[in-house]
């Protein structure tokens, strides 16, 4: 069973900075995409961030210049380093990946958890 693990949320002030990773961990034979996604509350789960296997990156407008993501190859980890954050990225953020386990030939998307990131005005 594959499974995304993610830590580093927490609560910052408007300005701050904060940095999510996420490792999977389980039989894996390769990764393709990750990314970062957020749901705050009363509102659609939404696209933050993305990294496919070749290093490509794609960024929501929202954070474009703030957020950096990067990635791992070699652990399978993912991270999402957050700088100057507003009280609007206030959310729970979830992990996501594009896995195909050892033994399978079929991708399957999996989700974290979720961490919350809360900034205070």
């Known amino acids: 069973q594959v499974q995304l693990v993610e830590s580093g949320g927490g609560l910052v002030q408007t300005g701050g900075s904060l940095r999510l990773s996420c490792a999977a961990s389980?039989?894996?034979?390769?990764?393709?995409?990750m990314g970062w996604y957020r749901q705050a509350p009363g509102k659609q789960r939404e696209l933050v961030a993305t990294?496919?296997?070749?290093?490509?990156?794609d960024y929501a407008d929202s954070v474009k210049g703030r957020f950096t993501i990067s990635r791992d190859n070699a652990r399978n980890t993912v991270s999402l380093q957050m700088n100057s954050l507003k009280p609007e990225d206030t959310a729970v953020y979830y992990c996501?990946?594009?896995?195909?386990?050892?033994?399978?030939?079929?991708?399957?998307?999996?989700w974290g958890q979720g961490t919350l990131v809360t900034v205070s005005s």
């Open positions: 990294t496919t296997g070749d290093g490509s990156t």
């Open positions: 389980g039989r894996i034979f390769s990764i393709n995409a």
């Open positions: 996501n990946a594009a896995v195909v386990p050892a033994l399978s030939f079929t991708y399957l998307e999996v």
